[in-house]
């Protein structure tokens, strides 16, 4: 989605948050502290490649609290991290693994990490957070909405049994399985603008890749999908994804920082200093709505809870990344064999900070991320416990 559709999205949006949040108990006044992870901006793609690593998971997360958090309340954190005297700000970096360049677990191999997240857990702060794949929702999302705008098609796969989020997660596979073809292919034809030349050459493309997927958990997935391109080849339908800005994928993340304003527009959001959401917060006139929250931005430097949140934004992208590069099995079975004691001490922390989370209240988590990433997330919850 542009930006420049987003005033009136968020109108529509702000609209149907505000009759739901009529029946939600749980709107009441909260503290909100935000931060990023992973924050590119924007996704778009030029001279053949992506600007930013093809995995990045954007993360806009931190902490709630019933009350207002004071600097002072943090005073026993930081002390037990022990940080080094020359650090005047907490980092994510102060707190996490460093990266081995094989796995994302290595970031979860800290014993700070380990303070960190059992103080979060003792104490009165919730996690809350929303995640957001861009290759996922700047490609692929894209691509099988393009689909799905022909109403026969739409009843095609609904009639079998399927729905959107089945063919996403198909075709989000067959992509990250050959993902340096398609970050050269889709450069070279200046997805997602194409004209009626190039979506021909599309979808030639992809039905070729398509019937050539080798794969048994998606047989079925593969050749319905293959049916459904071979419709619109038959029919000379070549419209998909034209007239679109060209190359740009997603032109801002805007639409995560309203979310929870609009949903507890009853709370407070700190937010850490970021321009160019401030701008697109007056676009939209934020400020006026009556179903936005009273928010603000900050310098991180002077708020703690925004260098908690930080931290926070870095734990939740680091494991979905997590999710992203490894496969079910693998997840689970180095969860059940439990070969290194303190990543799977951290990572049980972290998956009892997010139950804390979802039984407090399950909307304080988005997640924008395909149906295959959900299944190990849930996965991940479901079995960290019993190993």
Request: hydrophobic letters at 35%; proline letters at 1%; one cysteine or more.
């Amino acid at each position: 989605m542009k930006f420049k559709d987003y005033k009136d999205e968020y109108k529509k949006y702000a609209e149907f948050k505000f009759m739901v949040n009529k029946e939600w108990p749980i709107n009441t006044k909260h503290y909100f502290y935000y931060d990023e992870s992973d924050n590119i901006r924007n996704f778009n793609l030029k001279k053949g490649k992506f600007n930013d690593y093809y995995l990045s998971q954007f993360t806009l997360a931190g902490i709630m609290s019933l009350n207002k958090i004071e600097n002072k309340d943090f005073e026993n954190l930081f002390k037990n991290l022990n940080l080094q005297s020359n650090i005047k700000e907490l980092k994510a970096k102060n707190v996490l693994g460093k990266f081995d360049n094989k796995s994302y677990l290595s970031k979860f191999y800290s014993d700070r990490l380990r303070v960190f997240l059992e103080y979060l857990i003792d104490s009165n702060y919730y996690l809350h957070y929303a995640t957001m794949n861009v290759f996922y929702y700047g490609v692929v999302a894209d691509i099988v909405d393009s689909f799905l705008v022909y109403e026969d098609i739409f009843r095609y796969i609904t009639c079998l049994g399927y729905d959107p989020e089945d063919f996403k997660g198909f075709l989000y596979i067959l992509m990250i399985d050959d993902f340096k073809f398609w970050e050269n292919y889709l450069s070279g034809i200046n997805f997602p603008d194409l004209n009626e030349e190039t979506s021909k050459d599309f979808l030639n493309t992809l039905y070729y890749k398509v019937i050539r997927f080798n794969d048994d958990n998606y047989s079925n997935l593969r050749y319905i999908f293959s049916q459904i391109l071979d419709y619109f080849l038959e029919n000379n339908n070549y419209t998909l994804l034209t007239n679109l800005e060209e190359k740009v994928l997603i032109d801002s993340f805007a639409n995560l920082y309203f979310d929870k304003l609009v949903i507890y527009d009853k709370s407070f959001h700190i937010f850490d200093e970021e321009t160019e959401i401030e701008k697109k917060f007056k676009v939209v006139d934020v400020e006026h709505s009556s179903s936005g929250g009273t928010y603000k931005f900050v310098d991180s430097k002077d708020y703690r809870a925004i260098q908690v949140s930080d931290v926070c934004a870095s734990i939740v992208s680091n494991l979905y990344k997590y999710f992203a590069t490894t496969r079910i099995e693998e997840i689970k079975n180095y969860i059940l064999d439990n070969s290194n004691q303190l990543i799977i001490k951290n990572l049980k922390l972290v998956a009892n900070l997010i139950k804390k989370t979802i039984d407090y209240d399950q909307y304080l988590i988005l997640h924008m991320n395909n149906r295959v990433e959900l299944e190990k997330y849930k996965m991940f919850l479901d079995i960290i416990d019993y190993n």
